[in-house]
């Protein structure tokens, strides 16, 4: 049986939908309407008038609205205007709506039909807080005694003083609004039930194969305690915002590895006995890793498909890879700028039908309609109040006139934060700026911000082979030598010597067994050509075992870059020295003796140097080759010496994300020079970073039980190194170190050493890693000095 609609409530839904209708001819019509399809767009505003407003009178309404009488009306000025009037929390939820009459003078009146809160808050009340002060759930809530009482923005109120009792770790917090949800109420009250501090004892995984539980730790930003098992005040404390932060990072690695169907979800475990403690295991549908199947290239008409394959790396049969994608997207985009065409490149992946885990990868290029190439117009560079606008131009490799080469923009960024002289925070720019006309020259806008380029550092090292050093240092990287004083207030606003781009450091080094003291100027861009000049002096002392050395000396550098190819670098050098051999054993050879007293010097040497690796710390490509030819002239010798000097680093493995990159590195060097060069100027080797397994210098020809040094030298380093920890901070190295340091260019007592080690960075110390090696010779000379450990720990710190 079908059951009939009691006649009652038939004529409750009659008056329901007479009230609507009702209701909405006043909204929407009046006497005198034009047609309802008649925009009021564009029309003059001939009065606008608030509707419903009883607490809130005309002006004070219209004071909040740009929509005026006589004004041209525009519906995203009345947007703007509703949600202005919202924001003033006069009005209920939905309480503020438009509506427009066209009169027959073809004038627009505008209606504002308003609902207001009546009620105002006579009292808030908080109820159980513990650990947030009045003052600050206040500033939460943003609720005073006298406001509107507005039950929407009471509810928002709950919720963020949830979140916030949430963010400072108190995962079961809750709040609820007790009064203040409904119109009639004049109190706000919170019942607020805080919970303890809930503390991260850890994260897993489950499901994860592509990556290790290791390496995803390094992705996620939850960590827990420091010390396994030990619950500190420092662990971090759960976060449910965190870890939805860790879902997204999680799913974006995947999606970088060609996972691109890869889901994430979380598990709170909590600690038994225990639920202030919690552990979040992140569950990994990795989903299928997609191949690339076909590479296809899209809108490009001013440049070849041919030769933009040529830069593409992604290839058919390959695993998809978002990061070399994204690679092969910034070639195409520079290939196209260094023709000066400013084009658009984007990527899309689109799955192949039938072929599962296959995507087709399409680069589509978006290039401007003119053909010619877009060149260098005006060069504005803004925000230099210090710096000299040559310094700057130096840095850019832009000049007016020239083909706009779009990817030397990113690269002059790059080359003016590098200098050290600008503002970290807030980096220099390089940029096209935007034009209405369409002109091939192009103005770029450099903008940069002045910072403080003074610096002290205090520097402390101990190492195997020179004892304990410690090291004050003052540089000015923004040095400029001809700028000097002109007033008291050069001095205050620190103008005095500064602007040139030049760099001056003075620095005292002082240690155990030896002692250093220099100041070196130095000018990068010679009167702004790209040769450079550096001057320096320096004293030295250092106690060997054989005797004593110092050293003052001058020393002058000039040295050329190459602009066709930046990673070749010619130099020609000169040193003027006065060395002081001293403190020798009185049974010491003539080959030591001969040298006693002061010599002065003069070297002339000039040099060819090839660098392409990767890193200047951790090398994990590239090479390094130097070589180069000094003449030396004394006061009772002239010495010819030549040196060369390879490196080589390899990357045989690495993970699938490019992280711990298993990395081999090949060392040789040489030294030859003349069979009556001094005993300071002859080659020794032993200890850290020479021949590991022998002390310093305790690997040479030796004479009365004394290193007397060699006139020819080779030595050689074969070293593996692998990544212990996912973040790559901590690496195992196994080595090989082999050579030989003889009297002349022969050889006949060959060193070999094996040995394992160490290298850890600790950022609270510097950039440089903390090396530890153990060595064992396998064949030596028979006067050769062992030692089996060699180290370096070095700490910086600087203002």
């Known amino acids: 049986m079908i059951a009939r609609r009691p006649f009652l409530g038939r004529i409750q839904a009659f008056v329901v939908l007479a009230v609507v209708a009702a209701v909405g001819g006043v909204w929407c019509a009046a006497p005198g309407a034009r047609a309802a399809e008649e925009t009021p767009f564009g029309k003059i505003v001939a009065d606008v008038i608030p509707v419903n407003n009883k607490i809130h009178d005309k002006q004070t309404i219209l004071s909040q609205m740009k929509t005026k009488a006589g004004a041209v009306y525009d519906p995203n000025t009345v947007d703007a205007d509703v949600r202005q009037l919202m924001g003033t929390r006069w009005f209920a939820p939905g309480g503020v709506r438009v509506s427009t009459i066209i009169g027959a003078d073809n004038r627009v009146t505008v209606f504002v039909h308003v609902l207001e809160l009546n009620n105002i808050v006579n009292e808030v009340v908080y109820i159980g807080q513990e650990h947030l002060s009045e003052s600050e759930l206040r500033d939460l809530t943003h609720l005073r005694k006298g406001s509107p009482l507005n039950p929407t923005m009471n509810q928002l109120a709950a919720q963020e003083i949830q979140n916030k009792l949430r963010e400072e770790g108190r995962a079961y917090a809750t709040v609820i609004l007790l009064e203040g949800d409904k119109l009639a109420d004049t109190r706000v009250v919170f019942q607020i039930t805080e919970g303890p501090v809930v503390r991260l004892r850890g994260v897993d995984f489950r499901g994860n194969a592509a990556a290790d539980s290791g390496r995803l730790k390094t992705v996620v930003v939850s960590t827990g305690p420091m010390i396994s098992g030990f619950i500190t005040p420092l662990t971090a404390k759960f976060n449910q915002a965190m870890v939805e932060e860790d879902k997204k990072r999680l799913v974006k690695y995947y999606y970088r590895l060609g996972h691109l169907d890869a889901q994430v979800h979380e598990e709170v475990v909590p600690y038994p006995n225990d639920v202030s403690q919690v552990t979040v295991v992140y569950h990994v549908d990795e989903g299928r890793a997609y191949t690339v199947g076909s590479v296809k290239i899209e809108g490009n ?276 020295e006065d060395v002081d051999v001293k403190n020798i054993p009185y049974w010491a050879s003539n080959a030591i003796t001969s040298d006693a007293g002061h010599a002065t010097q003069l070297g002339l040497r000039a040099g060819l140097n090839r660098d392409t690796r990767d890193s200047y710390l951790l090398p994990t490509s590239g090479s390094v080759f130097d070589i180069g030819f000094e003449q030396l002239f004394g006061s009772y010798y002239e010495v010819p010496i030549g040196t060369t000097e390879l490196s080589q680093y390899y990357t045989m493995y690495q993970r699938k994300d490019g992280s711990g990159k298993q990395v081999l590195a090949l060392r040789t060097q040489a030294t030859v020079m003349g069979a009556n060069a001094p005993v300071f100027e002859r080659a020794f080797a032993g200890g850290f970073r020479s021949m590991r397994g022998f002390t310093f210098r305790g690997v040479g020809p030796y004479e009365n039980d004394l290193n007397i040094g060699g006139t020819f030298a080779f030595l050689n380093t074969v070293e593996y190194q692998i990544p212990v920890m996912a973040n790559d901070k901590l690496w195992f190295v196994m080595f090989c170190d082999h050579g030989t340091v003889e009297r002349t260019v022969t050889i006949t007592d060959y060193r070999v050493a094996v040995g394992a080690g160490m290298r850890i960075v600790i950022p609270a110390m510097g950039p440089l890693p903390i090396a530890l090696d153990f060595a064992v010779p396998v064949h030596q000379a028979a006067q050769d000095q062992k030692q089996l450990f060699s180290f370096y720990v070095g700490w910086f710190g600087g203002q």
Do not use: C
């Open 301 to 576: 008409k001013l440049v070849s498909d041919a030769r933009l394959r040529k830069v593409i790396e992604t290839k058919p049969g390959e695993k998809y890879n978002l990061d070399a994608v994204q690679a092969d997207e910034q070639r195409l985009k520079n290939l196209e700028g260094n023709g000066g065409v400013n084009a658009i490149v984007e990527h899309a992946w689109f799955a192949v039908p039938d072929k599962p885990g296959v995507v087709d990868v399409h680069y589509r290029l978006m290039e401007p309609s003119r053909g010619e190439p877009d060149r260098v117009g005006r060069i504005i560079i803004e925000g230099n109040t210090i710096t000299a606008q040559r310094v700057i131009m130096n840095q850019l490799g832009l000049y007016p006139g020239q083909v706009l080469q779009y990817p030397k923009l990113k690269q002059a960024e790059a080359n003016l934060s590098r200098l050290g002289i600008f503002d970290g925070e807030d980096p220099p720019t390089v940029e096209v700026i935007p034009s209405d006309f369409d002109s091939i020259y192009k103005d770029i806008r450099v903008r940069v911000k002045e910072t403080r380029t003074g610096m002290a550092a205090l520097t402390a090292t101990v190492n195997s082979d020179a004892g304990v050093n410690g090291s004050i240092t003052l540089n000015q990287r923004n040095f400029d030598i001809l700028r000097v004083p002109t007033s008291l207030d050069d001095l205050f606003a620190g103008k005095a010597f500064r602007g040139g781009g030049q760099e001056m450091q003075i620095q005292a080094m002082p240690g155990t067994t030896f002692q250093r003291y220099a100041i070196t100027w130095r000018e990068p861009y010679l009167y702004d050509t790209r040769f450079g000049l550096t001057i320096s002096g320096s004293f030295f002392e250092r106690q060997y075992t054989e005797y004593t050395e110092e050293r003052t000396g001058l020393r002058a550098t000039v040295d050329y870059r190459f602009a066709e190819s930046p990673i070749w670098k010619t130099t020609m050098s000169a040193r003027l």
